[in-house]
T-cell receptor, first 115, second 109 residues
Framework: DAGVIQSPRHEVTEMGQEVTLRCKPI?????LFWYRQTMMRGLELLIY????????DSGMPEDRFSAKMPNASFSTLKIQPSEPRDSAVYFC?????????????FGSGTRLTVV | TQLLEQSPQFLSIQEGENLTVYCNSS?????LQWYRQEPGEGPVLLVT?????EVKKLKRLTFQFGDARKDSSLHITAAQPGDTGLYLC?????????FGTGTSLTVIP
């Protein structure tokens, strides 16, 4: 398996623009998580899905953020409109929870810079 | 408020030295994991501990889960430059893992 695949790796956009981050989880994994990482706040959980259904989106900072998982192999995180304070590295991770303690598999992240 | 506090936040040591990183919480966890993250990459799982008092060894790395399952430590013996990275603990009180604040380790050759 190629692991969790995120795209793009880097995104630079202007304030007010829409940004869409993409994630392909590991085939067969039943949970998908979106995290945001900054120096100040560390890794923050934004939202997670179980079998494509959003379970907890309490970490989504504002209505400007939305996430979808239309099928088991694809998820998106959208920011509209983007703001400079959204600049961070966004990670997607997946896990097969029934495997107990196999741990999350993270993607390589998308480094977002909003100018 | 962070569920998991790690200390120290930053650590810079010479190659060959030993070090210990701590992960503490007031909550009880059913399991706890340690990850290492290298620049430009996502965290990678090192180990999972599930039993209070459990000790696991991974080559030069020794992981311990506290008896009360509220804390954990990571000890590295004879650190090498390849150990450089961000070390994260993650605890699961339920169905999802909460990540600690992280310890950034630099091993100087």
């Amino acid at each position: 398996d190629a692991g969790v695949i995120q795209s793009p790796r880097h995104e630079v956009t202007e304030m007010g623009q829409e940004v869409t981050l993409r994630c392909k989880p590991i085939s067969g994994h039943d949970y998908l998580f979106w995290y945001r990482q900054t120096m100040m706040r560390g890794l923050e959980l934004l939202i997670y899905f179980n079998n494509n259904v959003p379970i907890d989106d309490s970490g989504m900072p504002e209505d400007r953020f939305s996430a979808k998982m239309p099928n088991a192999s694809f998820s998106t995180l959208k920011i509209q409109p983007s703001e400079p304070r959204d600049s961070a590295v966004y990670f997607c991770a997946s896990i097969l929870m029934g495997m107990g303690y196999s741990g999350y598999t993270f993607g390589s992240g998308t480094r977002l810079t909003v100018v | 408020t962070q569920l998991l506090e790690q200390s120290p936040q930053f650590l810079s040591i010479q190659e060959g030295e030993n070090l210990t990183v701590y992960c503490n919480s007031s909550s009880v966890f059913s399991s706890l994991q340690w990850y290492r993250q290298e620049p430009g990459e996502g965290p990678v799982l090192l180990v999972t501990v599930v039993t209070g008092g459990e000790v696991k060894k991974l080559k030069r790395l020794t992981f311990q889960f506290g008896d009360a399952r509220k804390d954990s430590s990571l000890h590295i013996t004879a650190a090498q430059p390849g150990d450089t990275g961000l070390y994260l603990c993650a605890g699961a009180p339920g169905n999802q893992f909460y990540f600690g604040t992280g310890t950034s380790l630099t091993v100087i050759p």
